[in-house]
């Protein structure tokens, strides 16, 4: 049995009554998941699908189903098939795609009529579960903990997703890399930034069941009404999510003499985030913020611990025991302590490929180091500290910008919400910084550039603003910066026309 089960199985017999999921609807034990895995399993055993196969799951936003969903998931992993996450934002060209590339035999889907390109579809919406029958048709567990486990995909920030295929124990090694710096015991109940079914309610669903916790399945709080409930109604604990979930959390009027109980443990990852609002979040939600860097391709790399000072911006914590990592400089050479250059890292679980793009893993993947995009340095105590991605820099008349040197500076006016920076094509420049901005209050893009002006350095000023509802983000809560140029150029060539 794969080391995935492994872990769901030792805790259905240690703790069969204890809760392994939670949801809108209720909770499911260890034992009763456990139950009805293996029920799955036999279901689609008589349906054809063998150890080997590759199974892609339609995943779907409604999440009555989410339950479902993971037992498909957790089931062909007992059968020793590959599963190929059909997310619910991907849109329907996209997956045609993508089962072009990967041979997937089969499609399960949990409502009648998913359709998936050309693949054979097995309707799960008409399997009872309960029939005593799938359990008596179970085979035995696979064995294989190197095969092929899980097609898993990139935040897609940059441009496309890209495909890492992790092995059945390759896939716990990544889960287990930090080993468990957040103290998960079986008592404990985790929020993911995105419920499952998503790439990062993924993560968080292995990361606490590994420990024999529950991964609770609802949305991420957007005030402090809502943190309440999540905490007083469905036994929160744990609460993961990304900097602009806090943003908008604190950006929120907590009621007068409302005092939620803390929380045991706050995760933010995803993206840069000031010291003052980890400092704020260390006063008013819990004591014990994490900040975790990392990436798909090795799991977590670096941790900010409640014990460790908060610093400068940038800093991410120490680094991960068995992670190696260097700052190299122009010409692929090593730094010494403290020197900024480009960073790379290599661990005995990492990815060492994308599936079907020599291109990219010709440029991320080289000499046995992983090349994420970001630049920063390390410490002789191994102490990480990140200066942005290097091609987030923008090119304007040869003067280099750091969005992440000038972002947390925007981010001060008390007008401002979230901002981004980002180098849009300019035919005279080369790249002009925009300033997507998210307000608070009236205020005009003129005067808020004027407001800049006071602590801003003249080079690094945003030459336009452009107000926005929101800021596209991943599930992750990443930055969609590509988006935000295709938004701005689009939004330039129309009033061209006009």
Not at 53 to 82: I, M, P, W
Request: proline share 9%; hydrophobic share 40%; net charge neutral.
């Amino acid at each position: 049995m794969g080391g995935v089960l492994r872990r769901l199985w030792h805790f259905a017999e240690v703790q069969p009554e204890a809760p392994a999921f939670i949801d809108q609807r209720g909770s499911t034990s260890y034992g009763e998941l456990r139950r009805r895995v293996q029920a799955m399993a036999g279901w689609l055993h008589e349906r054809g699908v063998r150890s080997g196969d590759v199974v892609a799951v339609v995943l779907e936003r409604n999440l009555d189903n989410a339950l479902a969903s993971l037992e498909q998931f957790y089931a062909l992993a007992y059968l020793g098939a590959a599963v190929l996450p059909i997310y619910p934002d991907v849109p329907p060209a996209n997956v045609a795609r993508l089962v072009s590339r990967i041979p997937a035999r089969m499609a399960i889907a949990v409502s009648p009529g998913r359709a998936v390109a050309d693949l054979p579809l097995l309707d799960a919406s008409t399997v009872d579960l309960a029939a005593p029958r799938w359990l008596e048709r179970v085979p035995p567990p696979a064995k294989d903990d190197a095969g092929p486990f899980l097609y898993h995909f990139t935040s897609g920030t940059t441009g496309d997703s890209k495909i890492i295929l992790f092995g059945a124990e390759q896939f716990v090694d990544w889960s287990l890399a930090p080993s468990n710096p957040f103290g998960f015991t079986p008592g404990d109940r985790l929020l993911p930034p995105g419920p499952w079914p998503s790439k990062a309610g993924l993560r968080d669903l292995f990361r606490v069941q590994i420990f024999g916790g529950a991964l609770v399945n609802l949305a991420f709080p957007k005030t402090w009404q809502e943190l309440a409930i999540r905490v007083d109604r469905h036994g929160v604990t744990c609460i993961s999510g990304s900097p602009s979930q806090l943003r908008r959390l604190l950006g929120v009027e907590r009621p007068p003499g409302m005092q939620p109980r803390r929380l045991r443990v706050l995760t933010l990852a995803g993206a840069p985030i000031t010291p003052s609002e980890i400092e704020t979040a260390r006063r008013l939600v819990t004591p014990n913020v994490y900040v975790d860097y990392g990436s798909n391709e090795i799991s977590m790399i670096a941790l900010l611990r409640p014990e460790d000072p908060i610093g400068s911006r940038g800093n991410v914590g120490r680094m991960i025991p068995k992670i190696e990592v260097e700052a190299v400089d122009d010409e692929n050479r090593p730094l010494p302590p403290g020197g900024i250059g480009l960073l790379r890292f290599r661990a005995p679980w990492m990815a060492n490929s994308y599936v079907d793009n020599p291109a990219d893993t010709a440029e991320r993947f080289r000499g046995g180091w992983f090349y994420p995009g970001d630049r920063g340095s390390i410490t002789a105590d191994r102490t990480l500290t990140l200066e942005g991605r290097a091609d987030d820099v923008i090119n304007f008349a040869s003067i280099k910008i750091t969005p992440a040197d000038v972002e947390p500076e925007l981010l001060k006016h008390p007008n401002v919400a979230d901002v981004v920076l980002v180098g849009v094509p300019d035919p005279g420049a080369g790249e002009v910084p925009v300033a997507f901005v998210v307000l608070r209050g009236k205020i005009t893009g003129a005067e808020l550039t004027v407001d800049w002006a006071q602590w801003i350095d003249g080079k690094e000023m945003p030459r336009r603003v452009v107000t926005m509802q929101e800021i596209p983000r991943n599930p992750e809560g990443k930055v969609l910066r590509n988006k935000l140029r295709e938004i701005y150029l689009a939004a330039d060539a129309a009033a061209k026309r006009s």
